[in-house]
């Protein structure tokens, strides 16, 4: 298993990268899919499961990330440590107050594969439901429109023959 440096990223860092992208990309679809068609609501369930795992995943992420954040590949510029700062502070965020939502809602407990994370509130609590009714889906486009971002300037420095994406994707030496 291969550590961070200061060229490449390590195995776990990759392996975080690529895990997590794949469950944005679920939650885009299942999102962009029930707001094209109400018929697709019925994925909120692994929508949550889903972003239940990715607050683990954002948690054991950033942990790694201070612990290895001399052991890096340089993050750029200004704009670039801001923009990295920005999708962390989203992929905290989305989660976080999906789940105020979930649990301020009263509607239920949140269950995953028949396991009981979060039980429901005994009553509506109305703060919660309204900061995650407000900030949830909004605060989730924009990480969307962030990550995308992040991956067109990924492409553009590769074509400019930067290599950034063989820090995360390429082979290590």
């Known amino acids: 298993m291969k550590s961070d ?12 990268h690529w895990l997590m992208a794949l469950c944005f990309t679920f939650m885009l679809g299942t999102a962009v899919a029930w707001n094209m068609n109400e018929e697709y609501f019925s994925l ?15 948690v054991v992420r950033v942990i790694w990330a201070i612990k290895n954040r001399h052991n890096r590949p340089t993050a750029g ?4 440590k801001l923009g990295h700062g920005a999708l962390y502070f989203l992929m905290i965020l989305v989660p976080l107050v999906g789940l105020l939502r979930q649990y301020g809602s009263a509607r239920g407990d949140l ?5 009981t994370l979060l039980p429901a509130a005994p009553e509506k609590i109305e703060w919660m439901n309204k900061l995650g009714g407000a900030l949830h889906g909004e605060a989730a486009w924009v990480l969307f429109a962030l990550a995308g971002g ?6 553009a420095h590769q074509i400019r023959g ?10 290590r030496k």
């Open 111 to 115: 269950s995953i594969f028949g396991i």
């Open 150 to 155: 992040h991956i067109l300037f990924a492409i």
């Open 77 to 80: 510029n200004i704009l670039v």
């Open 162 to 171: 930067e290599k950034i994406i063989n820090r995360m994707a390429g082979p």
């Open 44 to 58: 909120m369930n692994y929508h949550k499961a889903m972003g239940f795992l990715l607050m683990i995943l954002v």
């Open 5 to 16: 440096n200061a060229q490449y990223y390590g195995t776990i860092s990759r392996a975080l």
